[in-house]
C-alpha cells in the first residue's frame, strides 16, 4: 500500500514563497513519476507540475512556469514543490500525487494514488 502525506501548506502574502513536502510510503517510490496538482473551490482539480522517476524530466502547467519547482529526493522518498511569486490565483488545496509508471504525465487519471491534501492560501 502507497501512502503520501502533504506538508507544507498555509497562508502567505501574494508574493511569497512556500515549499510543499510530500512523504511518500512504500519501497518501490523511486520507480513511480510523481506529480502536484491543485483544487480550488468550485473548480475541477488541475496539474501543476510532474517529475520522473530520477528527476531527469519535469513539466509544468503554463500558469505556474517560471515560479514553481518540482523536486524529489529518492533516498527520502520525498518529493516537493517549491513556489515563488505566489499569487492569488494559485490558492488551492495541492495534492500530491504517485503513478507506479516511471514517465510523467500531466493527467490525473494517469496517477493511481492520492495524498489528503494541504491548503495554500493566498492573500493580496
Known amino acids: 500500500q502507497v501512502q503520501l502525506v502533504e506538508s507544507g501548506g498555509g497562508l502567505v502574502q501574494a508574493g511569497g514563497s512556500l515549499r510543499l513536502s510530500c512523504a511518500v510510503s512504500g519501497r518501490t517510490f523511486s520507480s513511480y513519476a510523481m506529480g502536484w496538482f491543485r483544487q480550488a473551490p468550485g473548480k475541477e482539480r488541475e496539474f501543476v507540475a510532474t517529475?520522473?522517476?530520477?528527476?531527469?524530466?519535469?513539466s509544468y502547467a503554463d500558469s505556474v512556469k517560471e515560479r514553481i519547482t518540482i523536486s524529489r529526493d529518492n533516498d527520502k522518498n520525498k518529493v516537493y514543490l517549491q513556489m515563488n511569486s505566489l499569487k492569488p490565483e494559485d490558492e488551492a488545496v495541492y495534492y500530491c500525487?504517485?503513478?507506479?509508471?516511471?514517465?510523467?504525465?500531466?493527467?490525473?487519471?494517469?496517477?493511481?494514488?492520492w495524498g489528503q491534501g494541504t491548503r495554500v492560501t493566498v492573500s493580496s
Open positions: 517529475i520522473s522517476w530520477s528527476g531527469g524530466r519535469t
Open positions: 500525487a504517485a503513478r507506479s509508471v516511471r514517465f510523467t504525465s500531466t493527467m490525473k487519471d494517469d496517477y493511481n494514488y
